[in-house]
């Protein structure tokens, strides 16, 4: 299995432009999540999935951010418009049921 | 809600000993699950461990176990014959699996292995 399929693995954009991360997860598992780490915050869980459907997005810091899944294979994050303060690695992690994550390799998003 | 503490943000351990990262938790959760994840400089999250909630032995993977005490409600990794590769950060995450299946991580530690 080709594992968690995160892209692009480095993003610098300018201050105030829309940023798209995507992810692929493992084929087959059922729950997908978003995280974003910080030095300051950590390990931030953002939004997670389960078979597409959106079922806490409790951490998605404010409207700026969106996340969608259309379909098993695909999500993406959005934001909209960027700012300095969203730079941060953005990971995203799949799993089947409540066995552990598998995660990708991360986006390393630079706002400048 | 759920929360997890790890209390040590660093250790630092003698090749070939054994060292402790310690993570308490708390949930009003009867069913959950224990992680601890590996993060080393490159940046991928690794896999380490589990623990059931309703499991009755402590989990372990070769070199490391993960010693359970519910009552506590803690769930500290214990790494034997420390080696130069397991410098990195380790994080431990608790998910719900009795309803949410949210999972959410400490603020981890990092562990450096000396020669």
């Known amino acids: 299995d080709a594992g968690v399929i995160q892209s692009p693995r480095h993003e610098v954009t300018e201050m105030g432009q829309e940023v798209t991360l995507r992810c692929k997860p493992i084929s087959g598992h059922d729950y997908l999540f978003w995280y974003r780490q910080t030095m300051m915050r950590g390990l931030e869980l953002l939004i997670y999935?389960?078979?597409?459907?959106?079922?806490?997005d409790s951490g998605m810091p404010e409207d700026r951010f969106s996340a969608k899944m259309p379909n098993a294979s695909f999500s993406t994050l959005k934001i909209q418009p960027s700012e300095p303060r969203d730079s941060a690695v953005y990971f995203c992690a799949s799993s089947l049921g409540g066995s552990p994550l598998h995660f990708g390799n991360g986006t390393r998003l630079t706002v400048t | 809600a759920q929360k997890i503490t790890q209390t040590q943000p660093g250790m630092f351990v003698q090749e070939k000993e054994a060292v402790t990262l310690d993570c308490t938790y708390d949930?009003?959760?009867?069913?959950?699950?224990l992680f601890w994840y590996k993060q080393p400089s490159s940046g991928e999250m690794i896999f380490l461990i589990y623990?059931?909630?309703?499991?009755?032995q402590n989990a372990t993977e070769g070199r490391y176990s993960l010693n359970f005490q519910k009552a506590r409600k803690s769930a500290n990794l214990v790494i034997s014959a420390s080696q130069l590769g397991d410098s990195a950060m380790y994080f431990c995450?608790?998910?719900?699996?009795?309803?949410?299946?949210?999972?959410?991580f400490g603020t981890g530690t990092r562990l450096q292995v000396f020669p």
């Open positions: 995450a608790m998910r719900d699996l009795s309803g949410r299946h949210k999972l959410i």
């Open positions: 999935f389960n078979n597409n459907v959106p079922i806490d």
């Open positions: 623990q059931g909630s309703y499991d009755q």
């Open positions: 949930t009003s959760d009867p069913s959950y699950g």
